[in-house]
């Protein structure tokens, strides 16, 4: 990985969740058990059958919100306020991952499929506040949700970002075809590696991805 490749790069645009954090802190398992809880209450099924809907729409729609409002006319708003309503124990500070995200050049993002107040608290429990210009959350892109091109068309218009000058990174190898199309650089961050043109870097190690490049 050279520096040199993302020397242009004036945004970046961090996922959330498993991303700006270790996708071994169990927290995304919390918003699992919720989201299928949800399911199981709004649409009368049992928890096995709720949890393969559950996986079924975001596999099919990228989010199970996104299935459950095109399927279902679900409103949006008490699903997102349910389904974030977990302990946040797990998570500890990292002030390195802080360090050197302070010193990227240019405008630091966080965009989420999730809510912004929630991915706020994320942000806050690993010690990042203040580090970012800005947090968007599915909400500022109608409910659309990565990766959805119009998603990120919204959010990127929203923040004035220049995908030709922009970096996306993100756990979810869907989520980097539509940056990547775009014309970002897109930067994997997984413990396993992945083959794929819209990928065109990788790390299991976002601290120290990011202390090469400046």
């Known amino acids: 990985m050279?520096?040199?490749?993302?020397t242009h790069v004036e945004s970046w645009v961090f996922d959330l969740d498993n991303t700006l954090y270790p996708p071994d802190v169990p927290l995304f398992d919390q918003i699992?058990?919720?989201?299928?809880g949800f399911v199981m209450t709004t649409l009368g099924l049992d928890r096995a059958e709720a949890d393969s809907l559950r996986a079924r729409y975001w596999r099919e729609h990228g989010t199970t919100l996104?299935?459950?409002?095109?399927?279902?006319?679900?409103?949006?708003?008490?699903?997102?306020?349910?389904?974030?309503?977990?302990?946040?124990?797990?998570?500890?500070?990292?002030?390195?991952?802080?360090?050197?995200?302070?010193?990227?050049?240019?405008?630091?993002?966080?965009?989420?499929?999730?809510s912004?107040?929630?991915?706020?608290?994320?942000?806050?429990?690993?010690?990042?506040?203040?580090?970012?210009?800005?947090?968007y959350g599915v909400e500022h892109a109608a409910y659309h949700p990565k990766p959805d091109r119009i998603a990120f068309d919204a959010v990127f218009a929203r923040d004035g970002?220049?995908?030709?000058r922009a970096a996306m990174f993100e756990d979810d190898p869907r989520n980097l075809a539509a940056p990547h199309d775009m014309g970002m650089c897109t930067v994997l961050v997984a413990p396993e590696r992945i083959n794929a043109a819209h990928i065109q870097h990788h790390t299991d190690d976002l601290s120290g991805f990011l202390a090469r490049l400046v």
């Open 32 to 36: 699992r058990q919720r989201m299928t």
């Open 161 to 164: 970002i220049a995908p030709a």
């Open 2 to 6: 050279a520096k040199s490749g993302f």
């Open 66 to 114: 996104a299935g459950l409002m095109r399927e279902h006319d679900i409103d949006p708003e008490p699903y997102l306020v349910e389904v974030h309503d977990i302990s946040f124990d797990a998570l500890t500070p990292d002030p390195e991952l802080r360090s050197r995200i302070a010193a990227l050049p240019g405008r630091r993002i966080v965009y989420t499929n999730g």
């Open 116 to 135: 912004a107040p929630y991915a706020e608290q994320v942000i806050a429990r690993r010690g990042l506040a203040g580090v970012f210009d800005a947090v």
